[in-house]
């Protein structure tokens, strides 16, 4: 990274002795003036080390954890060894001593990663900025990415080049959505959700980090997409006139029945005189009251004759299921039965295994 101000880590060598502030740092093979000013002590650092910020006299390509030496006095025989920890401190910050920051840059790669990303917070960081900041290598980097995945310490948005987002951002960006979806209902209770370009635009997070979050909170019954792009609380209702509760009660009716495996959208809009926004809002009205599920590609089924389904799989006494036995199971085409095995997936009633299904 290319720069002018560092903070290292050096040990105590004896007695405490007096650094000129003008020194000679030493690395690879060149000589750079800097001033040195000693950071006041942290009780992370053990007895014999101390923090030292570092002023260089132009600027230079100095990377974290990198090993340099300090010449105090031109003539010095033993230079002082230091150790770079962040060499992209903040020019002046009253906090930065206090924070966790520079104690994690202290400790492994892991704990250096976990500390740019949590600087970066709900934006992520990339590949290039990890780079810069440590020269590590892209293989060592997606190593040590996989890793932290793997513990539950991150997720990675995408491998080349590496897009990674701390698993610790992700669950502060998912709190702070619903604290905004509440108070946006209690402001607005006629309203069926906020667009998700808007939560964008209020959270200025990338469409990727969004749409992770939105269906981490979907999956978990946090959230429900009233239509398409308008997320809301679940447990919000959404005021209907006699007209609509009597539809609702016939929509209702009918996907108990199967019939939406017979007619489609653009047919129910026309039988029941509705707008295709009016019917979405009813049948997300049922969404939300548990009352249907709704599949990735919009299959909806009754929320009784699934768990129907469920029971009759799990006492089926097999431990997989072929698409062919799913289909006599549940009297459904191939169209169908395809995305509601998908949908029990998501639920972990079920996992694919090549062309069966594992009962779970």
């Known amino acids: 990274m290319i720069t002018r101000q560092a903070v290292a880590l050096v040990r105590k060598e004896g007695e405490e002795e007096v650094w000129p502030e003008n020194i000679t740092l030493i690395f690879d093979k060149k000589k750079i003036r800097a001033r040195a000013k000693f950071l006041p002590p942290v009780d992370w650092l053990s007895p014999d080390e101390r923090l030292i910020w570092l002023q260089l006299n132009k600027p230079a390509d100095i990377f974290w954890k990198e090993k340099i030496k300090i010449l105090r006095r031109s003539d010095e025989a033993s230079p002082a060894l230091a150790t770079i920890i962040d060499p992209s401190p903040p020019p002046d910050n009253k906090k930065y001593l206090e924070a966790p920051y520079l104690r994690m840059l202290a400790g492994e790669a892991r704990d250096m990663l976990l500390a740019l990303l949590r600087l970066k917070g709900t934006k992520g960081l990339r590949e290039k900025e990890i780079v810069d900041f440590s020269g590590l290598s892209s293989e060592t980097l997606l190593n040590l990415a996989q890793e932290m995945e793997f ?30 979806l509440k108070r946006f209902h209690e402001k607005h209770p006629e309203s ?58 016939e929509l209702e009716e009918m996907c108990y029945r199967g019939e939406f495996r017979r007619v489609s959208l653009e047919e129910l809009k026309n039988r029941f005189r509705l707008s295709r926004r009016s019917l979405e809002k ?31 799989l799990r006492s089926s006494g097999k431990k997989e299921v072929t698409i062919a036995e799913f289909k006599a199971m549940t009297g459904l085409s191939r169209k169908y039965a395809i995305p509601l095995l998908e949908l029990l997936d998501k639920m972990g009633v079920t996992r694919r295994k090549g062309s069966l299904r594992e009962i779970l």
């Open 151 to 180: 513990r539950g310490l991150v997720k990675i948005l995408g491998f080349r080049p590496l897009f990674l987002i701390s698993q610790e951002s992700l669950n502060f960006l998912g709190d702070q959505i619903l604290a905004f």
């Open 192 to 249: 069926l959700g906020v667009n998700v370009e808007k939560l964008r635009k209020r959270f200025r997070v990338p469409r990727l980090i969004l749409n992770l979050v939105l269906a981490s909170l979907k999956k978990n019954n946090q959230i429900i997409f009233r239509e398409k792009d308008l997320v809301s609380l679940p447990e919000v209702e959404i005021p209907l006139n006699p007209e609509e509760r009597k539809i609702l009660a």
């Open 282 to 312: 009813l049948l997300s009205h049922l969404v939300a009251r548990k009352k249907i599920f709704q599949s990735a590609d919009g299959f909806y089924i009754h929320s009784h004759w699934l768990e129907e389904i469920i029971a009759r």
